[in-house]
């Protein structure tokens, strides 16, 4: 039997864990959740979640994917056959993610070339939502399409498709190797630069000073828990591919914490970043920061554009800061398609090349449904129903299988005998009870909140057909899926 792929050094490893880790909401949702939240204040529940419930469950996948050397499904499976498309579940949620995300990449790679000269005029919003995406009046209508993102979504399928064909060692780790230094090492320069210019200083008093009233209102705390969740890639297959190509001694325990730490460093540097940039935005314009900070994608694509027109150097900053998004967005594209790519390999025996080659080809056939006049809207709803709707649910009905149906006794002796700290009482309580309890209190509040009002004030049948849909579709396909004929390898382990 063919030996499974290994990583050729642990920083590979840990570059490619975080590069799946950073993605684009590290540059524009975690400062402004910090900001909402009380600023400073808001670091002590990112923090304590960040030990309670980052560390944990990034442990608990790490080790899960070392010992039974599979993606998620297979490890599912190996726990108990019944369970296996829990696993197929995730793999959906991360599917259904791969194909809107490239989109947002395209976008970036768009505007990295519109920094040259500021294409983007003098109002980057009307620019952005007219011009550049000709967003139409309901996500049903789809208007033509908008070429130039298709090109630039095109472009970041073929590198996707590149990295992941070469293979794990060949392919992503090189990958890894050159696009997450680069992105610390650009993230650096800007800030070097961006806390000197005027004003710098109050944006980074809003982001940092603490509001301590802030901390005994329960909501912030699940933001920040909410936050540590969406910016790891834990509970939706990723990690459990990554960490089942890691060799069998691999210290689990310490490369999980690795992980968890520099990603939440990298969103602390995006936060000085972004605030430095918005307090000099304030500056110049004469508003407070309160006026020009925003979330989301108009944080990058707007507002970001905005304060770049009053910066010196306006085309040295601009070509910086969309290349760093471009480097976040493709290190996670790469961790997701892997993930599902490899669920197919496990499952069904394919070749590498023959997998990732039809997933990118298709998904780019998809991905052209974004580069449309509807595409920012579809986003939207996609993007809220699968993050809130499927991804978190799914995460919590894996672990509270693992924690409380199948123990979390024999997985914590596999972490105890391959890491330098072991792991004992209070990661098993985490775990079955911290962890549960916050996703599971997140989870009924996404529902709630979406039945009693529909998201975004778009038409029912709009979030009917794009939103409510996708989470059939991801049990179906579970389920579907885990009934296919599997090749003879699947239930046995690579050793």
């Not at 991360?94 to 519109?114: D, H, M, P, Q, R």
């Not at 914490?257 to 110049?284: D, K, P, Q, R």
Request: with cysteine; charged share 10%; glycine share 10%.
């Amino acid at each position: 039997m063919k030996s499974r792929e290994q990583w050729g050094s642990r920083l590979g490893f840990i570059l490619a864990a975080v590069g799946s880790a950073i993605g684009l909401g590290n540059i524009w949702r975690f400062p402004y959740m910090a900001y909402e939240n009380g600023g400073g204040a808001f670091l002590i529940p990112y923090i304590f979640a960040l030990l309670t419930a980052g560390i944990p469950f990034m442990i608990l996948e790490f080790g899960l994917g070392q010992k039974y050397r599979g993606s998620a499904p297979k490890v599912f499976a190996m726990l108990n056959p019944k369970w296996e498309w829990i696993g197929w579940a995730q793999v959906m949620v991360a599917f259904v993610i791969s194909i809107y995300y490239i989109a947002v990449v395209g976008w970036t790679l768009n505007y990295t070339v519109f920094a040259f000269d500021q294409s983007w005029g003098a109002d980057p919003k009307a620019f952005f939502f007219g011009d550049y995406l000709g967003v139409t009046d309901s996500p049903l209508n789809l208007g033509g399409i908008r070429w130039n993102i298709l090109a630039a979504c095109a472009f970041a399928w073929l590198v996707t498709w590149a990295a992941c064909t070469s293979g794990v060692r060949k392919g992503i780790e090189r990958a890894c190797k050159v696009l997450i230094p680069l992105l610390f090492l650009l993230v650096l320069v800007l800030i070097s630069r961006v806390v000197t210019l005027d004003g710098a200083m109050t944006g980074l008093e809003y982001l940092f000073k603490p509001d301590f009233s802030k901390i005994a209102d329960f909501s912030v705390w699940t933001d920040a828990y909410g936050q540590i969740f969406y910016s790891l890639s834990v509970g939706f297959s990723i990690m459990l591919a990554y960490s089942s190509y890691l060799p069998k001694e691999s210290d689990t325990a310490n490369n999980a914490a690795m992980t968890v730490f520099i990603n939440c460093g990298f969103s602390l540097l995006a936060g000085v970043m972004i605030f430095s940039v918005l307090g000099n935005m304030a500056h110049e314009t004469g508003k407070t920061v309160t006026d020009v900070a925003g979330a989301g994608v108009g944080l990058a694509f707007v507002i970001i554009p905005k304060a770049i027109n009053t910066m010196p150097m306006p085309t040295f900053f601009g070509v910086l800061f969309f290349l760093c998004l471009v480097m976040a967005g493709l290190s996670s594209l790469i961790s997701i398609v892997e993930a599902v790519c490899a669920s197919f390999i496990d499952k069904f025996g394919w070749s590498r090349k023959a997998t990732v080659t039809v997933y990118c080809v298709g998904g780019f056939a998809l991905t052209s449904v974004y580069a449309t006049g509807g595409g920012l809207l579809i986003l939207d709803i996609v993007d809220h129903f699968i993050n809130n709707l499927c991804l978190l649910p799914v995460a919590l009905l894996e672990i509270v299988l693992i924690s409380w149906v199948v123990g979390l006794d024999d997985i914590r002796k596999h972490v105890n005998a391959t890491s330098d700290f072991a792991v004992g009482k209070l990661w098993k309580t985490c775990l079955k009870f911290v962890t549960i309890a916050v996703l599971g209190y997140a989870t009924l509040r996404n529902f709630q909140g979406d039945i009693a009002t529909p998201y975004g004030g778009y038409a029912t049948e709009e979030l009917i057909v794009l939103g409510w849909a996708l989470i059939p579709f991801v049990l179906m396909m579970g389920v579907y899926l885990r009934n296919k004929q599997a090749s003879p390898a699947f239930l046995t382990s690579h050793h």
